[in-house]
């Protein structure tokens, strides 16, 4: 199965859901999970009481995953897909806004990457994982990967995320699209992924909400680094 923008891949269910009811259940017991994972830790989490809270037979849960690992692990690419809209959604507003703008204000207040360049996009990136981090259900604990763990380097949740995110910006960042610029590129968008995800867990250990210095001082950081790249 493969994430709405084409990107990540999703592990392989046990059993692919055909009919719109099927679905649903399966939307039904990732929520379940969810919600779980904001009231009890993941060592207590189990497939029988994730099928109680999502109110479907036990039997229902294996039919998708063999297990709570696995249950989480698609949960994890489910936040990920969230995450990859959420994104896309407020990138499509500000340039609509943009647009809007231009016509009367002629591109006046736009910064030095215009009105939809790659130092908005990163803000945005930062603020939705502010966002998913806040309120988004069982997020604060899995995220996009733990507690899976990462045994492989492509599989791992920051290579991942790296990933998603270059694709998914690709139009903002105008390279020049060689094979040594996109290998750059790849190695710059994981090496800010990871301090990005070092930097915000500091966050959210100084402050529950997620110190606003810390997180301005990132942004700063991400700017930064990337301008000597993409600028």
Not at 64 to 87: C, G, V
Not at 122 to 141: I, N, S, W
Not at 196 to 216: N, Q, S, T, W, Y
């Amino acid at each position: 199965m493969i994430g709405q923008d084409g990107g990540v891949p999703i592990p392989p269910l046990r059993r692919n859901p055909v009919q719109r009811r099927s679905a649903e259940r399966l939307g039904r017991i990732l929520d379940a999970c969810a919600e779980l994972l904001d009231e009890i830790s993941y060592e207590e989490l189990s497939t029988r009481a994730v099928a109680e809270r999502a109110n479907v037979p036990i039997g229902s849960v294996y039919r998708f995953f063999s297990n709570k690992r696995a249950m989480a692990e698609a949960l994890a690419h489910r936040n990920l897909d969230e995450y990859a809209d959420r994104i896309t959604r407020r990138l499509a507003a500000s340039d609509a806004a943009s647009a809007s703008g231009s016509a009367s204000a002629s591109g006046s207040g736009s910064g030095p990457d215009g009105g939809g360049g790659w130092r908005e996009a990163m803000d945005v990136v930062v603020d939705e994982y502010l966002a998913m981090k806040r309120g988004a259900p069982g997020f604060a604990l899995i995220e996009f990967g733990h507690p899976v763990p990462a045994t492989a380097p492509p599989e791992q949740p920051n290579h991942l995320v790296a990933d998603r995110l270059r694709t998914l910006l690709a139009d903002r960042l105008r390279t020049g699209g060689d094979e040594v610029t996109e290998e750059r590129l790849r190695v710059a968008f994981l090496l800010a992924v990871e301090t990005a995800d070092a930097l915000l867990r500091l966050a959210f250990r100084m402050d529950p909400e997620g110190d606003p210095a810390i997180v301005a001082e990132t942004k700063e950081l991400l700017r930064a680094y990337l301008a000597r790249v993409l600028d």
